[in-house]
């Protein structure tokens, strides 16, 4: 299993960037989320996408009250790529972010708990400049 996150780069505050996260081995995920960590700072979670066919679902997406509002997150339908559109960058969302990946469906609860993904990619920079 392999998860590889792209998209990453340097913008002006108030700008946009968009990150990719692909599964490269074929694989489906009914939940996959992104996360974030800056220097000297504890990773956390930044939003998630969980798949929400045939189930009772309280809504498929989570997002970190820093970034509602700001940032989507979206899965492509053959459910192995998902997408962060990340608008109105601040400085503060400066990070290095990783992109999760978990074949189970968690609880909505539970999407931003970074324990409870079983594979992760390398992570992506992401930096923005007043």
């Not at 074929?26 to 974030?36: K, P, V």
């Given at each position: 299993?392999?998860?590889?996150?792209?998209?990453?780069?340097?913008?002006?505050?108030?700008?946009?960037?968009?990150?990719?996260?692909?599964?490269?081995?074929?694989?489906?995920?009914?939940?996959?989320?992104?996360?974030?960590?800056?220097?000297?700072?504890?990773?956390?979670?930044?939003?998630?996408?969980?798949?929400?066919?045939?189930?009772?679902?309280d809504?498929?997406?989570?997002?970190?009250?820093?970034?509602?509002?700001?940032?989507?997150?979206?899965?492509?339908?053959?459910?192995?790529?998902?997408?962060?559109?990340?608008?109105?960058?601040?400085?503060?969302?400066?990070?290095?972010?990783?992109?999760?990946?978990?074949?189970?469906?968690?609880?909505?609860?539970l999407?931003?708990?970074?324990?409870?993904?079983?594979?992760?990619?390398?992570?992506?920079?992401?930096?923005?400049?007043?």
């Open positions: 299993v392999q998860v590889v996150e792209s998209g990453g780069g340097s913008v002006q505050a108030g700008g946009s960037l968009r990150l990719s996260c692909t599964e490269t081995s074929g694989g489906t995920y009914d939940t996959m989320a992104w996360f974030r960590q800056a220097p000297g700072k504890e990773r956390e979670g930044v939003a998630a996408f969980r798949n929400c066919d045939g189930i009772t679902c809504g498929p997406t989570a997002y970190a009250d820093s970034v509602k509002g700001r940032f989507t997150v979206a899965q492509d339908n053959a459910r192995n790529i998902l997408y962060l559109q990340m608008d109105s960058l601040k400085p503060e969302d400066t990070a290095m972010y990783y992109c999760a990946a978990t074949r189970s469906i968690l609880g909505r609860s999407l931003l708990n970074p324990t409870l993904y079983d594979y992760w990619g390398q992570g992506t920079q992401v930096t923005v400049s007043t």
